[in-house]
Nanobody, 128 residues
Framework: VQLQASGGGLVQAGGSLRLSCAAS????????MGWFRQAPGKEREFVAA????????YYADSMKGRSTISRDNAKNTVYLQMNSLKYEDAAVYYC??????????????????????WGQGTQVTVSS
């Protein structure tokens, strides 16, 4: 499956952005989806994840209450709505997909090694 992330940009602190990730080349509804981010000089970190049927979502503590992950399986797209953005949210945001027949656990959702497919990333810049 191929993933194309979009929606990044420059936003003032306190503002909002909605990232999108369009999938192609596979059965999108078979994949759990995740968002990760990587700032310069830092390791890639988990942001949010959603199960195949959208029944389960997980968020990094830093994003709880400020972000919402959702998906539209008819459009083969996963979204990340981010509100009240902070300077430290600036990073390249990546979407990722994992195929697994079992139920996604929190530990699996947060482990970037469990994802087989990655998009190219979209830059989010937050001005103070």
């Amino acid at each position: 499956v191929q993933l194309q992330a979009s929606g990044g940009g420059l936003v003032q602190a306190g503002g909002s952005l909605r990232l999108s990730c369009a999938a192609s080349g596979g059965f999108f509804s078979n994949y759990d989806m995740g968002w990760f981010r990587q700032a310069p000089g830092k390791e890639r970190e988990f942001v949010a994840a959603i199960s195949r049927n959208a029944n389960t979502t997980y968020y990094a503590d830093s994003m709880k209450g400020r972000s919402t992950i959702s998906r539209d399986n008819a459009k083969n797209t996963v979204y990340l709505q981010m509100n009240s953005l902070k300077y430290e949210d600036a990073a390249v945001y990546y979407c990722a997909a994992r195929w697994f027949t079992g139920t996604m656990t929190a530990a699996q959702a947060m482990d970037n090694n469990k994802y087989s497919y990655w998009g190219q990333g979209t830059q989010v810049t937050v001005s103070s």
